[in-house]
């Protein structure tokens, strides 16, 4: 959008940097997904799935925080982005995990068929 890049002062460079630092920022939040995929699993482990699903909860709001308050500094939007992406990868991984076992015993790990209903 033109606001966002004026206040990032993207305006101002060439079409191939302005890409590749869009790019970029759009990256970051990828790579924080997958190393959050990744710790997730020894938090749960650890200390469950609930809570573990609360704390990426918090990682992500502490990460949306961050690149509301970043107002034009691209640093801290880089790193707003990377905090978002490990809560986001985290829940990812763990909420299937915490839906199958609250699934009842009946019909845990069943497949369902879409074309008999």
Known sequence: ??????????NG????????LLSNIVSTLQA?????????????????????LLLSAGVTILGVIIQCSSDGHISALYVGRL?????????????????SENAPRAIRGMAFDV???
Not at 13 to 20: F, P, Q, R, V
Not at 32 to 52: E, H, M, Q, T, V
Not at 83 to 99: C, D, I, K, R
């Open 13 to 20: 460079l060439s079409k191939t940097a302005a890409a590749n």
């Open 32 to 52: 924080g997904c997958f190393f959050g995929s990744l710790l997730a699993y020894y938090i749960a482990d650890r200390w469950g799935r609930k809570p573990a």
């Open 83 to 99: 905090v978002a992406g490990f809560g986001v990868g985290a829940a990812s991984m763990l909420t299937p995990l915490y839906v």
């Open 1 to 10: 959008m033109p606001a966002f890049k004026k206040s990032y002062h993207i």
């Open 115 to 117: 074309t008999r209903g």
